[in-house]
């Protein structure tokens, strides 16, 4: 834990490609912490900030699961538990929807980035900087989805379909509508990140392009000005 007292907080909140899942079967359950893309954004900003990864395999922006199935994913229930927590926080990064493409749900990228535009509401209503203003929000919108990956058909073919990767590839035009409606910051994961073998997860070298793409926007943020 970083025990600088003035360090600028970042909150990263997401689904498995936050929380570091491989997509290559390389006998760990998840990528070890100077692998994943929080964990390089802190090396990237140094000590004058505190990370704190909130990554959740299967996390949804706002929607459970069909059936019961996966209880405790819709990311919007947990989000205000999760700001109060850990207050103040001064910037909150939202990368999700790559779970919400997935054929049981049917949702259209619009949906997906309604759901998200929802979650600047409750930021701007649950979380407080050290001030007692609100802290900025980054928007990210993931990856694509990769059917020609080699694993795709084999380990995720059951849970996303041509749609999805349609719909993976609509969701940034309309999360940047949302950011600049709300006047947060966007950031494209796309334009630096790709999947890796299963088509879903990022690819191990793609953290490293995406935590410097966030370090770029974190430090455009007003609070994070003089970060790294």
Request: aromatic residues 6%; hydrophobic residues 40%.
């Amino acid at each position: 834990m970083l025990t600088n007292p003035d360090a600028v907080t970042v909150l990263c909140y997401g689904d498995s490609n936050t929380y570091g899942y491989p997509a290559e079967d390389v006998g760990v359950e998840r990528w070890p912490v100077d692998v994943r893309w929080p964990g390089r954004l802190q090396m990237l900003l140094g000590g004058g900030c505190a990370v704190i990864e909130e990554g959740l395999r299967g996390r949804t922006t706002a929607f459970d699961y069909p059936g019961g199935d996966r209880p405790g994913r819709n990311g919007l229930t947990y989000l205000g538990p999760c700001l109060h927590s850990h207050d103040p926080l001064d910037v909150v990064v939202v990368m999700l929807g790559t779970n919400d493409v997935k054929v049981a749900f049917d949702l259209s990228a619009a949906e997906i980035a309604e759901a998200l535009d929802g979650y600047v509401d409750v930021i701007e209503a649950e979380a407080a900087n050290r001030d007692g203003g609100r802290p900025a929000v980054l928007l990210v919108s993931p990856a694509h989805i990769d059917h020609t990956r080699p694993d795709f058909a084999a380990r995720r073919g059951a849970s996303y379909d041509g749609t999805s990767v349609t719909k993976s590839r609509q969701l940034a035009k309309h999360l940047q509508a949302v950011a600049d409606k709300r006047r947060a910051g966007f950031a494209d994961a796309a334009s630096v990140a790709w999947a890796g073998d299963d088509g879903v997860h990022l690819a191990r070298d793609a953290y490293r392009a995406l935590a410097e793409l966030l370090a770029e926007r974190i430090r455009a943020l007003s609070p994070a000005q003089n970060l790294g």
